[in-house]
């Protein structure tokens, strides 16, 4: 079963909009968030975190929202622009014991389109 | 940019054939992980290491086997490679940092032919 979920495969958005990109899990252990871009023919690249102990975390246009509640988090591109246009992953990680420890749980990830 | 090398960046290999991937890191870190990216799959984590000599499976290891003696390189071995393999490999690595982030190699495309 998939712990990590990104239900919407992908996404389009005109340039200068909101884009929000979804993310849900199960597993209530997990406590550390992430999200990552893809370009074709790159490695992910780290783009925002969230710690459990917050709600909300900006860096620039990139914001991550957490509801532990719902088990959701999202992140938020304002405003969006064509060189955003990516895959997105959110992943996750929970600091239990044994060997879990340090290991990512990723989604499937959402296309992300922006266009002009 | 984080030291993680990713060797050969492209391999073409027959069926039945063993083949070596090789994940180089100069960080020190201690965790390693090879995923591998299919279509309408994303990410999904083949093994993973959290120290010299310990490694742990992950949700697809079926056919793949994985050796780190030392805590620089991480080496992903395909026993048999079969046209399912037919995949970009991605190496990564994380600090021991409660929260951190990993960093990604630049890939590794194999094709089975």
């Known amino acids: 079963d998939q712990q990590v979920k990104q239900n919407s495969p992908s996404l389009s958005v005109q340039e200068g909009r909101i884009s929000i990109l979804n993310c849900d899990y199960t597993n209530s252990m997990f406590d550390y968030f992430l999200w990552y871009k893809k370009y074709p023919a790159e490695g992910p690249t780290f783009l925002i975190s969230?710690?459990?102990?917050?709600d909300k975390n900006e860096d620039g246009r990139f914001t991550v929202f957490l509801n532990k509640s719902a088990k959701h988090l999202s992140l938020h591109i304002v405003p969006s622009q064509p060189g955003d246009s990516a895959v997105y992953f959110c992943a996750a990680s929970a600091h239990d014991r044994g060997s879990t420890l340090g290991r990512l749980y990723f989604g499937r990830g959402t296309q992300l389109t922006v266009w002009p | 940019d984080a030291g993680i090398t990713q060797s050969p960046r492209h391999k073409v290999t027959e069926t039945g054939t063993p083949v070596t991937l090789r994940c180089h890191q100069t960080?020190?870190?201690?965790?390693m992980y090879w995923y591998r990216q299919d279509p309408g799959h994303g990410l999904r984590l083949i093994h993973y290491s959290y120290g010299v000599k310990d490694t742990d499976k992950g949700e697809v290891s079926d056919g793949y086997s994985v050796s780190r003696s030392k805590t620089e390189d991480f080496l992903l071995t395909l026993e048999s490679a079969t046209s399912s393999q037919t995949s970009v490999y991605f190496c990564?690595?994380?600090?021991?940092?409660?929260?951190?982030?990993?960093?990604f190699g630049q890939g590794t495309r194999l094709t089975v032919v």
């Open positions: 960080e020190n870190h201690r965790y």
């Open positions: 990564a690595i994380r600090g021991s940092d409660r929260n951190t982030e990993a960093f």
């Open positions: 969230i710690s459990s102990i917050k």
